[in-house]
């Protein structure tokens, strides 16, 4: 493991396919077992139209966060196994359907872009369902180089974002 500090993360989990609400809090609970990382948070979660072409279902999204000594790369290594652990099946097509999907939305101060990952996670200020769970827990964050959570959230319109339980 990269760090000796504690390192605040942000994970958005989200899921259209096979009782995606199930799906969502599977996920939750699997996100309690990431090796050196603590849960600390985690938002209700949320109903909210897929973004793309591609017809489909709605999504249930959430977002948790995270005390970790993993380092984004191993961070992302991790996340893509669960995934994996979870069903997830390689993607058909951009925004497509999907079983279960984790997206590293920020580590700590980090601004990257390397090896499949970006960071903070790219349109995370365009994306009302990922911004109103992350305004739910940790508002003030500062996400590194856009400004904080409920900034950013008071740009969008989040009208189509609705909590479905908590």
Same mark, same amino acid.
């Given at each position: =493991? ?10 958005? &989990? ?7 609400? !199930?799906?969502? &809090? &599977?996920? #939750?609970?699997? #996100? ?22 591609? +017809? ?18 191993? =961070? ?14 390689? +993607? ?14 920020? !580590? ?12 903070? !996670? ?11 769970? #992350? ?29 479905? !339980?908590?």
């Amino acid at each position: =493991m990269s760090h000796d500090a504690w390192i605040p993360a942000y994970v958005g &989990l989200g899921s259209n396919l096979d009782g995606p609400e !199930h799906q969502v &809090l &599977l996920g #939750l609970d699997r #996100l309690r077992e990431l090796p050196g990382s603590l849960l600390v948070s985690r938002s209700s979660l949320y109903v909210s139209a897929p973004m793309g072409p591609v +017809a489909q279902p709605d999504f249930v999204n959430a977002v948790v966060g995270l005390l970790t000594r993993l380092s984004p790369l191993e =961070m992302l290594v991790e996340l893509k196994s669960l995934e994996t652990g979870l069903g997830r099946e390689p +993607a058909r097509e951009r925004w497509g359907p999907r079983r279960i999907d984790f997206d590293l939305l920020v !580590h700590g101060t980090s601004q990257l872009r390397q090896d499949g990952l970006e960071l903070p !996670h790219p349109g995370i200020a365009e994306r009302a369902f990922v911004l109103v769970p #992350l305004a739910e827990i940790a508002p003030e964050l500062e996400v590194p180089g856009l400004g904080r959570v409920w900034t950013l959230l008071e740009k969008l319109d989040a009208s189509d974002v609705v909590r479905t !339980h908590g």
